[in-house]
């Protein structure tokens, strides 16, 4: 039997094997993944208050719980002779086709002096806590009654929304309410999110903006909306600033600024301003708090930089026939979560393509992971986790999320009668 190994359990791995199992029935297919749980940014990105986002989960369950697809978590793909990881070529040598579809994990930096500071977070880390990621389950500091977001794509957007609802805008939600009362504590007063680009030309979706409007206690100012000049005038995202109640009398004032081009931040303990370039102006906006939402660093040393310089087509994914790339961390730290659905159909008809010609082998998949490493978690393992998350769930919301790694093994492994305690 053809043994096929996806590495990364996220979107785009789930995607693969739903297409894999179309392009080349009758093999095994196992997906890994570092963490005890699968789905990737689908639990640990996408904002806890879309739900309907995250429902995406209960479609590559049906590949684990009908579909025969094997989930191994609790392994870390990593580089040779790294102690507790598992390296490419022994994957191989278990699985007759390997794709690595690892995402990308780093926020990318802001390239400005002052971006050390403390009170500068990457969006990706805020929104990993929110989601209680085991890698940044800690508490963060305060967040300050003046967020400055820097960037204006749908994960920018997702941040300040999360930022200015109120506690009783996150019913239904997964967010754990020690993060509904740090945001709360804050008493936020101003937000502004900036972008380099002009209205027209930004990032986020108009829908994104439409969400903040049904916000009643949220008023809108606007900063360099004429760059996008009047032709663009019947842009979808022009039209959905347009409708956002101005800034009246609001508890919380959103000033969107448009054209501005971040310089540097400045503090002494902690970041206390903001600088910003506006079409040759000097902009600076006092702040407590800096959100960079500006990407994930696609410039990841080992694995992903070696491998996608000598693929034989990066587009598709595929780096030498046997050993291919998905997602993320193929394409880098663009779209969706259904784009990657139609380059996983790509990608698994080249591999059905590619398995025509690859010698026939005797490789035995799991078995050969099994007997080389401790501590793999199963399949069995997250429904009793995801089992343990919906019993213990608090007035309001849908879960509450385990966020310590080693909670997580524990319930995994049926040792735990009770959800351990998550709130800290
Ligand atoms: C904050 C945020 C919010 C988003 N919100 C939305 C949204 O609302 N709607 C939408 O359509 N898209 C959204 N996206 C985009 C969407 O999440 C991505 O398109 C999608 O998750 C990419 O899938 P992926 O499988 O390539 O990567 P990921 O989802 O990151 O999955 C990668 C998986 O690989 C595992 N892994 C990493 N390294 C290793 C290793 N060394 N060994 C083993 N396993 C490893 C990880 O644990 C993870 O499970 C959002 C993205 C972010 C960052």
Redesign the pocket.
């Known amino acids: 039997m053809i043994q096929i190994a996806i590495?990364?359990?996220?979107?785009?791995?789930c995607y693969l094997a739903q297409a894999l199992l179309k392009a080349v029935p009758g093999a095994h297919i196992d997906i890994?993944?570092?963490?005890p749980v699968?789905?990737?940014?689908?639990r640990y990105?996408?904002?806890p208050d879309?739900q309907g986002?995250k429902a995406v989960a209960r479609q590559f369950a049906r590949l684990f719980e009908k579909q025969g697809v094997g989930f191994i978590g609790n392994?870390?793909?990593?580089q040779e002779g790294e102690g507790g990881t598992l390296s490419l070529s022994e994957l191989q040598s278990a699985y007759d086709v390997v794709v690595l579809?690892?995402?990308?994990?780093k926020d990318r930096a802001l390239p400005l002096p002052g971006a050390a500071l403390p009170g500068v977070i990457g969006?990706?880390q805020l929104?990993r806590h929110w989601n209680d990621h085991p890698d940044d389950s800690a508490s963060l500091p305060d967040l300050g009654r003046r967020v400055v977001i820097v960037g204006q794509g749908?994960?920018a957007i997702?941040v300040l929304r999360i930022l200015a609802k109120r506690a009783e805008h996150f019913d239904g939600s997964d967010l754990a309410h020690r993060h509904s009362d740090h945001i709360a504590a804050a008493g936020i007063e101003s937000i502004d999110i900036l972008g380099r680009s002009p209205a027209h030309e930004a990032k986020f979706d108009p829908v994104m903006v439409k969400e903040l409007a049904k916000l009643p206690h949220m008023g809108f100012a606007f900063e360099g909306l004429a760059h996008s000049g009047a032709a663009s005038q019947d842009d979808a995202r022009l039209e959905a600033l347009a409708n956002l109640p101005a800034a009246a009398d609001h508890d919380i004032r959103v000033t969107f600024h448009f054209g501005a081009t971040p310089t540097r931040l400045t503090g002494t303990d902690r970041v206390s301003a903001a600088q910003f370039d506006c079409d040759g102006a000097e902009l600076s906006l006092p702040c407590d708090t800096v959100v960079s939402a500006i990407g994930?660093e696609t410039h990841v040393p080992g694995l992903r930089d070696d491998l996608l310089a000598g693929a034989e087509d990066a587009a598709l994914g595929v780096l030498r026939p046997g050993l291919y790339a998905?997602?993320?961390?193929a394409r880098g730290p663009r779209?969706?979560?259904?784009?990657?659905r139609q380059a996983a159909q790509a990608l698994a008809a080249r591999i059905a393509q590619d398995l025509g010609t690859l010698p026939k082998t005797s490789k035995t998949g799991a078995a050969a992971l099994a007997a080389r490493l401790s501590g793999l978690t199963d399949y069995a393992g997250w429904q009793r986790i995801d089992a343990a998350e919906l019993a213990a769930c608090d007035a309001g919301r849908v879960r509450a999320k385990v966020a310590d790694l080693t909670d997580m093994l524990t319930l995994a492994a049926g040792r735990a009668q009770d959800h351990p305690e998550t709130e800290t």
């Open positions: 590495v990364g359990a996220g979107p785009s791995g890994l993944d570092r963490l699968p789905f990737g940014l689908v990105g996408v904002a879309h986002t392994v870390t793909l990593g579809a690892l995402g990308l994990p969006a990706g929104t749908n994960v997702d994930f998905a997602g993320w961390f779209g969706t979560i259904p784009e990657n």
